[in-house]
T-cell receptor, first 115, second 107 residues
Framework: EVQLVESGGGLVQPGGSLRLSCAAS????????MNWVRQAPGKGLEWVST????????YYADSVKGRFTISRDNSKNTVSLQMNSLRAEDTAVYYCAKGSLLNDWGQGTLITVSS | DIQMTQSPSSLSASVGDRVTITCQAS??????LNWYQQKPGKAPKLLIY???KLETGVPSRFSGSGSGTDFTFTISSLQPEDTATYYCQQNDDLVYTFGQGTKVEIK
C-alpha cells in the first residue's frame, strides 16, 4: 500500500523559512517523479513543484520560483520542500503527491504564515 | 503557462442525474488531462487520467472524453457519495496547472 506522510508544517512569521518533508513507502520511490501541491483555505488546488526521479531536474510554479526548493533523497525515500521568504499568501495545506499522474497523495500539512 | 478553464464552478443535481463538467485548455495538450475528486477535509483522488482512462477501482459511472483543448467529465448517474469538488489538471507542460474546480452537490 502506498503511503505518503508529510511533516514539518506549522506557524511561521512572514519572511521566515520552513522545511517540509514527505516520507514515502509502498512503492519504488526512486522511479517516480514527486510533487508538492497546495490548497489555501477555502480555495482550489495549486501545483507548487515537481522533481524528476533521479532528482536532477525540478520545476516550480511562478508563485514560488526563487523562494522554494524541492529535493529528494532516494536512499531514504523522502522528498522535501525548503520554503524561504514566506508570505501570507503561502498559507495553505501542502500535499505531496506521487508520479506524473498524482495518483497517490499524502494527508497534507498546514502552513500558516502570520505575525 | 497553460491555463485551464473549468465550468461550471458549482452545480446541484438530483440522485440519478447525469452530470457534466467541462475543462478548456489555453493551448493544445493532446490527451494530457486528468480529473480529481476532493471531498471536504480529504486529499484529492485521481479518477480519470489521459483524458479518458479510468483509474483502477474507480466506479464506471465516472468517465472522461476530449483531446486537444476541450475536455468533458461525466458522472452518468449521480450518487450521494459523489458530493465533492472536481478538478481538471493538465500534465502536458512541465508546469502543471489545475482548473478552478467544480463543486457538485445533491439537490
Amino acid at each position: 500500500e502506498v503511503q505518503l506522510v508529510e511533516s514539518g508544517g506549522g506557524l511561521v512569521q512572514p519572511g521566515g523559512s520552513l522545511r517540509l518533508s514527505c516520507a514515502a513507502s509502498g512503492f519504488t520511490f526512486s522511479t517516480y517523479a514527486m510533487n508538492w501541491v497546495r490548497q489555501a483555505p477555502g480555495k482550489g488546488l495549486e501545483w507548487v513543484s515537481t522533481i524528476n526521479p533521479p532528482g536532477s531536474s525540478a520545476y516550480y510554479a511562478d508563485s514560488v520560483k526563487g523562494r522554494f526548493t524541492i529535493s529528494r533523497d532516494n536512499s531514504k525515500n523522502t522528498v522535501s520542500l525548503q520554503m524561504n521568504s514566506l508570505r501570507a499568501e503561502d498559507t495553505a495545506v501542502y500535499y505531496c503527491a506521487k508520479g506524473s499522474l498524482l495518483n497517490d497523495w499524502g494527508q497534507g500539512t498546514l502552513i500558516t504564515v502570520s505575525s | 503557462d497553460i491555463q485551464m478553464t473549468q465550468s461550471p464552478s458549482s452545480l446541484s443535481a438530483s440522485v440519478g442525474d447525469r452530470v457534466t463538467i467541462t475543462c478548456q485548455a489555453s493551448q493544445d495538450i493532446s490527451d494530457y488531462l486528468n480529473w480529481y475528486q476532493q471531498k471536504p477535509g480529504k486529499a484529492p483522488k485521481l479518477l480519470i487520467y489521459d483524458a479518458s482512462k479510468l483509474e483502477t477501482g474507480v466506479p464506471s459511472r465516472f468517465s472522461g472524453s476530449g483531446s486537444g483543448t476541450d475536455f468533458t467529465f461525466t458522472i452518468s448517474s449521480l450518487q450521494p457519495e459523489d458530493t465533492a469538488t472536481y478538478y481538471c489538471q493538465q500534465n502536458d507542460d512541465l508546469v502543471y496547472t489545475f482548473g478552478q474546480g467544480t463543486k457538485v452537490e445533491i439537490k
